[in-house]
């Protein structure tokens, strides 16, 4: 009987639950979902979901970024930034593409740009 070798490739996503609050800079190298509250600024070489309870205020650098739940500061996505319905997003933007829902709240200027944000 020959054994078998299977390799999982699992994707690691990093959660800040609900209730969870973090005051101070986080860089991750894989993808980051925030539910909670975060005050500093993050930056992460994978995807960032911003939950309909998720808060950051920071400036925030990933590749790119899904956001149902508000933000206030400096935003940098290298690829697509989606900004939901539910969202609240105050301060500048740099990305290379663009989708806002009707609903979202955007108040800053925004930069469309085919170079790498990061």
């Not at 920071?58 to 900004?83: D, N, Q």
């Not at 800053?108 to 085919?114: H, L, R, V």
Request: proline residues 1%; aromatic residues 2%; glycine residues 12%.
């Amino acid at each position: 009987m020959a054994k078998e070798n299977n390799v999982i490739n699992l994707q690691v996503i990093n959660l800040i639950a609900k209730g969870t609050q973090i005051t101070g800079d986080l860089t991750s190298d894989g993808d980051l979902r925030v539910d909670g509250e975060i005050t500093g600024n993050l930056e992460t070489k994978g995807r960032l979901v911003i939950g309909a309870s998720g808060k950051i205020e920071g400036e925030i650098r990933c590749k790119s970024s899904e956001i149902a739940g508000t933000h206030k500061g400096k935003l940098f996505v290298a690829e697509l930034l989606s900004l939901k319905a539910s969202s609240s997003v105050t301060g500048d933007i740099v990305t290379g593409k663009l989708s806002i829902e009707p609903g979202a709240y955007f108040a800053g200027t925004c930069t469309m740009s085919d170079e790498n944000a990061n």
